[in-house]
């Protein structure tokens, strides 16, 4: 299998929201476990370019969680669907590596990405 080690960036950012049955505990130790994965095969260390793991719920005023609701409600998603599903935030501008990006939202993990514009 080829893997890239490029990055997906750009000046704005974007947020991984993952299946209700996954913990916080349990998306932070994959996403360490990608990481260590991707360094041991690249043999180059690397960084998730992820920020830690929260749970999201109704933003009540905070700025982070007001970009997440109004980009699924510009795709006709009711944010409420995902409330207590585990978000990751990329950091540094959506400078995730593409490989942890296509593993995030790949069959086996089936996390879904939002892009954040403007």
Same mark, same amino acid.
């Given at each position: 299998?080829?893997?890239?080690?490029?990055?997906?960036s750009n000046s704005s950012s974007g947020s991984f929201i993952f299946p209700k049955e996954m913990t916080i505990e349990k998306v932070t130790e994959l996403i360490l476990n990608i990481e260590k994965f991707i360094t041991k095969i690249?043999?180059?260390?690397? @960084?998730?370019?992820?920020?830690?793991?929260?749970?999201?719920?109704?933003?009540d005023g905070k700025q982070r969680y007001w970009v997440l609701e109004e980009t699924m409600k510009?795709?006709?998603?009711?944010?409420k669907d995902y409330y207590g599903c585990v978000v990751v935030d990329t950091v540094k501008d959506n400078s995730c590596p593409y490989s942890i990006h296509q593993?995030?939202?790949?069959?086996?993990?089936?996390?879904? @990405?939002?892009h954040h514009s403007g």
């Open positions: 299998m080829k893997i890239r080690t490029g990055f997906v690249s043999g180059t260390p690397i @960084y998730s370019g992820l920020a830690d793991p929260r749970i999201f719920t109704d933003h510009d795709r006709k998603i009711d944010p593993l995030l939202e790949s069959n086996e993990v089936n996390a879904r @990405y939002f």
